[in-house]
């Protein structure tokens, strides 16, 4: 049979606008010990001129809240070979993420991280500028301390203290560009301030 042998047609699919509201994600990742447990609360998603091939995304709304109280927006558009996307994450607690540090000898005994980052993606390369903020960062870990103190030098609470400013933060521009072949960040830009 002839139609039997042709290829199926192609999906064409356009949604005109798409809405998540009051979602909600559990996260629970059990390779660390202790696993480590979140939940998201509320989701909202609002996306529009949504089309698959592509994929395109028109206009991309995300605003997220975790159980802790961080909260993440994102925005922009993706299109393709050609997307711009804004990521803002505020607050976001670090003792919880204290099963992802075991494993160096520090502890995280207090603090939060804020991030802004922009991207942009055109055809395979992407570029990205990325402000890191560490407020009231403390570190625990008698061990970690003399491997850095090994490695560096000077004792790590000395290295976070020079990074520190008056206001209790350290902030971090990092700027990371890349492509197919792989991703490189500008290590002089961050050294630099520091």
Not at 79 to 90: I, P, Q
Not at 92 to 98: F, G, H, I
Not at 157 to 173: E, P, R, V
Request: net charge negative; hydrophobic share 40%.
């Amino acid at each position: 049979d002839a139609a039997a042998s042709e290829p199926p047609a192609p999906v064409d699919l356009r949604i005109a606008r798409a809405t998540i509201a009051r979602g909600r994600i559990n996260v629970e990742d059990r390779a660390v010990r202790p696993p480590f447990r979140n939940e998201i609360l509320p989701l909202d998603v609002r996306a529009t001129g949504v089309r698959w091939p592509g994929p395109v995304i028109e206009d991309l709304k995300l605003d997220a809240k975790t159980k802790q109280g961080a909260k993440l927006n994102l925005t922009g558009s993706v299109r393709g070979n050609a997307t711009n996307l804004t990521a803002k994450l505020d607050d976001l607690p670090l003792e919880p993420l204290n099963p992802y540090a075991s494993g160096t000898g520090y502890g995280l005994g207090g603090g939060t991280v804020s991030l802004e980052s922009k991207v942009k993606m055109t055809g395979d390369a992407f570029d990205a500028s990325n402000r890191l903020v560490l407020s009231q960062l403390t570190i625990t870990g008698e061990q970690g301390e003399a491997l850095f103190q090994q490695q560096f030098g000077i004792p790590l609470s000395l290295a976070l203290a020079l990074l520190t400013d008056l206001d209790g933060k350290i902030s971090l521009d990092i700027p990371v560009a890349g492509d197919r072949s792989g991703a490189s960040v500008a290590l002089g830009s961050i050294i630099g301030p520091a």
